[in-house]
């Protein structure tokens, strides 16, 4: 544990101690949450035409409730002597290892799938892009025009999926907000895996569309979904992830193919993670099941993972990205993808496809990492070992101090709390790279035991 520890409280002593504030805390959200149920009380009018009686809750940021929330969070944290574990600084490219403050890291905090940023090559491609085009598209794409490196990528991951095309949008986040949010409408059903990411149900709050969850990787329970609601609805939409961002695991990609062909609904794929991990070549999920390009309606993907830029894609049949190109609100609406993170992108496809043994590198780590955990009593939870790992603590701060006490020991990794994850599975999270060493996994399997085995 870092930091002076002002009540005298054991590690234990604290957690339960946090595990109350959050649980108060909860409750009194609970609360209000049923009291806002209630009719609100008119409001009166002041004789000078004023509006009275408006409470500060409805005029002032700090009384927002998740904003309040996050306060007693941290204001708990800080009391208890737990340093926030987030937001900090790295001094250079963060690879398996990174610079903070000047002092040097194993990491396990960054995407950087397969050691692609801030590879020379990758570079010499961004700085050429800023030198042809400048830093910016400087508007979106169908105003101010294209630049050949965002059509050069566009093609080269359309060629990658066997797909018609694909169309890139400047963040990953916002493709799956804008996608699901401009193609899909009140009449639509939306059944998605009950662990998808946050963007994927903003696009389907978005949307408006009908939204229904399916237990996580269920696909019975999906397809028993489907029988009893798929007349009721016009078109139906189904998301599930090539890699599931907190549990590393991955969905039984056939089987999905072939219920959405049965009830005659499309299949989008999120590949944020998958993407340079599954497959012998780094092709993703489909390479990994041997599932054609075309199978799947949506490929989504993101830029900022094994691609070393910034931004997202969806690459599909013509009418779907042409429609998107034209019309989508956060294609249309926004800035087009930057040239320089275009290059980086473009560049890093073309080394993950050129060589392989990155990849292959990369999954031996990520089974190596997940057999050290096991062997020493760790709950990497349903991780097969693909470049995501959890290891499962139980509570928030539990988590928060465990990964104190690595940072401590020289190795960056992040703690995910609630509401990322259910509370009671707080865990770290680690991002495999294919240039971690055994050496370096062992030395963290090893600290992470210690730590726990010292905290029983
Ligand atoms: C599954 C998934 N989809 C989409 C995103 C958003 O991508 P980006 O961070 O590139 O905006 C993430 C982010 O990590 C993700 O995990």
Redesign the pocket.
């Not at 963040?171 to 799956?176: D, K, R, V």
């Not at 993101?302 to 993972?305: A, L």
């Given at each position: 544990m870092t930091g002076k520890n002002p009540f005298g409280l054991s590690d234990g002593m604290k957690e339960q101690l946090a595990a109350e504030l959050l649980a108060r805390h909860a409750r009194k959200k609970e609360k209000k949450k049923a009291n806002a149920r209630l009719p609100k009380k008119p409001v009166r009018k002041s004789l000078s035409g004023r509006n009275d009686g408006i409470p500060d809750e409805f005029c002032r940021f700090d009384k927002f409730p998740n904003y309040e929330e996050i306060r007693v969070i941290e204001s708990g944290g800080k009391q208890l002597g737990i340093k926030s574990p987030f937001f900090k600084t790295h001094d250079q490219s963060a690879g398996a290892t990174t610079q903070i403050a000047g002092q040097e890291y194993i990491n396990f905090a960054s995407?950087n799938y397969l050691d692609l940023c801030g590879h020379p090559q990758v570079n010499q491609a961004a700085k050429d892009a800023i030198d042809r085009y400048g830093t910016s598209a400087s508007a979106s794409r169908m105003v101010s025009g294209e630049r050949a490196i965002q059509q050069e990528l566009e093609r080269s991951l359309a060629d990658l999926y066997e797909v018609d095309d694909c169309v890139a949008f400047v963040?990953?986040?916002?493709?799956?907000v804008t996608t699901i949010g401009y193609l899909f409408e009140k009449p639509d059903l939306i059944l998605h895996d009950a662990l998808?990411?946050n963007?994927?149900l903003q696009g389907i709050q978005l949307s408006g569309a009908r939204r229904m969850s399916f237990a996580h990787n269920d696909w019975e329970a999906l397809e028993t979904l489907l029988e009893q609601h798929r007349k009721d609805f016009e078109r139906v939409l189904i998301v599930v992830?090539g890699i599931y961002?907190m549990d590393g695991d991955f969905p039984d990609l056939p089987e999905f193919v072939r219920i959405k062909r049965q009830h005659k609904a499309f299949l989008m794929v999120?590949e944020?993670?998958s993407l340079g991990v599954m497959g012998a070549t780094g092709k993703g999920i489909r390479e990994h099941f041997g599932v054609a390009g075309k199978d799947v309606d949506i490929w989504?993907g993101?830029?900022?993972?094994t691609l070393s830029g910034?931004?997202?894609y969806i690459a599909g049949e013509q009418a779907l990205v042409h429609h998107l190109r034209i019309s989508a609100p956060g294609f249309l609406y926004s800035v087009g993808m930057s040239p320089t993170l275009a290059a980086a992108a473009n560049e890093s496809l073309k080394l993950m496809l050129a060589e392989p043994e990155r990849v292959k590198q990369l999954q031996a780590n990520g089974k190596r990492f997940v057999g050290l955990c096991q062997q020493v009593g760790i709950d990497t939870g349903v991780a097969p070992g693909f470049a995501v790992i959890p290891a499962i603590l139980g509570g928030s701060a539990r988590a928060g101090m465990v990964a104190n006490q690595m940072f401590d020991r020289g190795i960056n990794v992040q703690p995910i709390f609630y509401p990322a994850v259910e509370e009671g599975m707080a865990r770290l999270r680690f991002f495999i790279s294919s240039a971690h060493t055994e050496e370096q996994l062992r030395y963290t399997v090893d600290a992470l035991s210690e730590i726990l085995a010292a905290k029983k």
């Open positions: 995407y963040s990953g986040h916002a493709t799956n998808v990411h963007s994927i992830e961002s999120d944020a993670h989504m993101t830029m900022s993972k910034c931004g997202g």
